[in-house]
């Protein structure tokens, strides 16, 4: 079982910059893959970016071309760089370890962190 915990939300204008890291514990030998996900207020959890062990990378087009996800994998962390942020890009975020089969991302059903909030103002 891998524990995830995310950090790095906060309030920020529109047009401004964040970095969410999210510390992962535990099996992490095991990770083969990870990925950040999003809940609006009234909107359910979708996937945003993921990261896969051999470096691969896909975005949900919203975010494609301002969020960067990234892995240290020295320090066990996951990254999602955003730039260029919207009004639009308010919610909570969160990571996950799962897998992925070609492009497609499966979550890890265990593997949540707690999220943290980002909050952008116009």
């Known amino acids: 079982q891998v524990q995830l915990v995310e950090s790095g939300g906060g309030l920020v204008q529109a047009g401004g910059s964040l970095r969410l890291s999210c510390a992962a514990s535990g099996s992490t030998f095991r990770l083969d893959a990870m990925a950040w996900y999003r809940q609006a207020p009234g909107e359910q959890r979708g996937l945003i970016a993921t990261?896969?062990?051999?470096?691969?990378?896909d975005y949900k087009e919203s975010v494609k071309g301002r969020f960067t996800i990234s892995m240290d994998n020295a320090k066990n962390t996951l990254y999602l760089q955003m730039d260029s942020l919207k009004p639009d890009d308010t919610a909570v975020y969160y990571c996950?370890?799962?897998?992925?089969?070609?492009?497609?991302?499966?979550?890890?059903?265990?593997?949540w962190g707690r999220g943290t909030q980002v909050t952008v103002s116009s």
């Open positions: 990261f896969r062990s051999d470096g691969f990378t």
């Open positions: 996950n370890a799962g897998h992925m089969r070609g492009i497609y991302y499966y979550p890890g059903a265990g593997s």
